[in-house]
């Protein structure tokens, strides 16, 4: 992501992390944070993205000046992060994140024909008391606004309960979304659970998510997970195949160290690793593959993605398993509306593609799961 664009101007009341600016008053519902790629595409922010003009999921975010009071170990919102003492200024998957009333969001989505640049909405929950209200106060306001534009809920587990997705269902939510992120029980609790002081339950993240595919049905829900927290491969595909076998989708993250957190040291995922899970990723969700039928070495690697070669080859060129996954658009189920830009790496060295890949960009994927040490995406 790269800034620029001086022509636009920043409006009055968005406020820009970068700037250290305190914001006391800004809290939800009135204010909204959002990611930079969503601020970019709707002219709060200036700015060029790499390779793409807009994302087609416009990215919200509540937001308090106390915080979220989880404190996972590789996010950037975590409550340790204290001496940021305002919310607003932690940097979250690896961009900053400006804030803005959001009834300005809604008038500039309506009058700047970003309507068809949208595909979707995403409102992304923390833990905070207020954050289940508040979610349902916004997703009322656009789906009264803006009934054309689906809304994803990124949820918050902990908070909720069975009758929050029913009730958060008849407000017109469309997909129910859960950041399990963490897909071993050890792995989950090492990094977000008690020994991290958080009070997340990985057994609660599972409930949610059988909860999300019995109340909002097959297509209609899914799970993020992170590639590279210390899992296997076979361990992550294994969850893929369970999330699918209940009618969701996946949605891939690289693990990318995010800054002041206490995961910051922890090296970046291996790109052969990450290029082989988006690829079993991909087969698994859209293309007929089942992990049973994949092969996996000692370490759990996979060495035979369980289809005919020629087949696989084509999944490959197509480029589209290496693309950003999360909530579906309007145009190709299999490409993601929710392409986040530069969210788990930077434009020398993409992980999660956030366009079409051409030639070039294939050809550097199938070094990287090759083995080879090169970079992806910056031509």
């Given at each position: 992501m790269m800034n620029g664009g001086a022509e636009q101007v920043q409006p009055v009341h968005v406020y820009r992390p970068n700037y250290h600016v305190k914001t006391p008053q800004m809290r939800s519902p009135e204010y909204v944070q959002m990611s930079t790629a969503a601020a970019i595409t709707l002219g709060l922010v200036p700015g060029l993205m790499h390779r793409t003009g807009c994302t087609h999921c416009l990215n919200l975010l509540v937001t308090y000046p106390e915080g979220c009071?989880?404190?996972?170990?590789y996010c950037g919102l975590a409550r340790h992060r204290e001496e940021a003492r305002d919310f607003?200024?932690?940097?979250?998957?690896?961009?900053?994140?400006?804030?803005?009333?959001?009834?300005?969001?809604?008038?500039?989505?309506?009058?700047?024909?970003?309507?068809?640049?949208?595909?979707?909405?995403?409102?992304?929950?923390?833990?905070?008391?207020?954050?289940d209200a508040d979610t349902r106060v916004l997703l009322a306001r656009w789906v009264a606004a803006l009934p054309g534009i689906p809304v994803s809920i990124l949820s918050n587990p902990t908070t909720m309960t069975r009758e929050d997705l029913i009730e958060l269902k008849s407000l017109g939510a469309d997909i129910f979304t859960v950041a399990l992120d963490a897909v071993t029980p050890t792995i989950f609790e090492r990094?977000?659970?008690?020994?991290?002081?958080?009070?997340?339950?990985?057994?609660?993240?599972?409930?949610?998510?059988e909860w999300a595919a019995e109340i909002f049905g097959p297509e209609k829900f899914g799970a993020h997970l992170i590639c590279g927290m210390g899992e296997t491969e076979r361990e992550i595909l294994?969850?893929?195949?369970?999330?699918?076998?209940?009618?969701?989708?996946?949605?891939?993250?690289?693990?990318?160290?995010?800054?002041?957190?206490?995961?910051?040291?922890?090296?970046?995922?291996?790109?052969?690793?990450?290029?082989?899970?988006?690829?079993?990723?991909?087969?698994?969700?859209?293309?007929?593959?089942?992990?049973?039928?994949?092969?996996?070495?000692?370490?759990?690697?996979?060495?035979?993605?369980?289809?005919?070669?020629?087949?696989?080859?084509?999944?490959?060129?197509?480029?589209?398993?290496?693309?950003?996954?999360?909530?579906?658009?309007?145009?190709?189920e299999t490409v993601s509306a929710c392409n986040r830009p530069y969210g788990d790496s930077t434009p020398t060295d993409i992980l999660s593609f956030p366009f079409a890949l051409e030639a070039l960009d294939v050809a550097a994927v199938k070094r990287q799961m090759a083995g080879e040490d090169v970079g992806a995406g910056f031509f």
């Amino acid at each position: 992501m790269m800034n620029g664009g001086a022509e636009q101007v920043q409006p009055v009341h968005v406020y820009r992390p970068n700037y250290h600016v305190k914001t006391p008053q800004m809290r939800s519902p009135e204010y909204v944070q959002m990611s930079t790629a969503a601020a970019i595409t709707l002219g709060l922010v200036p700015g060029l993205m790499h390779r793409t003009g807009c994302t087609h999921c416009l990215n919200l975010l509540v937001t308090y000046p106390e915080g979220c009071r989880a404190n996972c170990s590789y996010c950037g919102l975590a409550r340790h992060r204290e001496e940021a003492r305002d919310f607003a200024d932690r940097n979250f998957i690896r961009v900053d994140w400006p804030t803005a009333r959001f009834e300005e969001v809604i008038a500039r989505v309506k009058a700047g024909g970003d309507q068809g640049r949208f595909q979707r909405m995403c409102i992304s929950m923390i833990t905070h008391p207020a954050s289940d209200a508040d979610t349902r106060v916004l997703l009322a306001r656009w789906v009264a606004a803006l009934p054309g534009i689906p809304v994803s809920i990124l949820s918050n587990p902990t908070t909720m309960t069975r009758e929050d997705l029913i009730e958060l269902k008849s407000l017109g939510a469309d997909i129910f979304t859960v950041a399990l992120d963490a897909v071993t029980p050890t792995i989950f609790e090492r990094t977000r659970g008690k020994t991290v002081d958080s009070p997340h339950r990985y057994e609660k993240y599972w409930e949610a998510i059988e909860w999300a595919a019995e109340i909002f049905g097959p297509e209609k829900f899914g799970a993020h997970l992170i590639c590279g927290m210390g899992e296997t491969e076979r361990e992550i595909l294994e969850t893929c195949q369970r999330i699918k076998e209940m009618g969701g989708h996946n949605h891939m993250f690289a693990f990318f160290p995010e800054r002041g957190s206490l995961m910051e040291e922890w090296p970046p995922v291996d790109r052969g690793q990450w290029r082989r899970v988006q690829l079993a990723r991909f087969l698994i969700d859209y293309a007929g593959g089942h992990v049973t039928r994949m092969a996996f070495d000692g370490a759990g690697r996979v060495t035979d993605f369980g289809m005919e070669k020629s087949a696989l080859e084509a999944q490959i060129q197509s480029g589209k398993p290496f693309q950003t996954s999360g909530c579906p658009g309007s145009l190709d189920e299999t490409v993601s509306a929710c392409n986040r830009p530069y969210g788990d790496s930077t434009p020398t060295d993409i992980l999660s593609f956030p366009f079409a890949l051409e030639a070039l960009d294939v050809a550097a994927v199938k070094r990287q799961m090759a083995g080879e040490d090169v970079g992806a995406g910056f031509f």
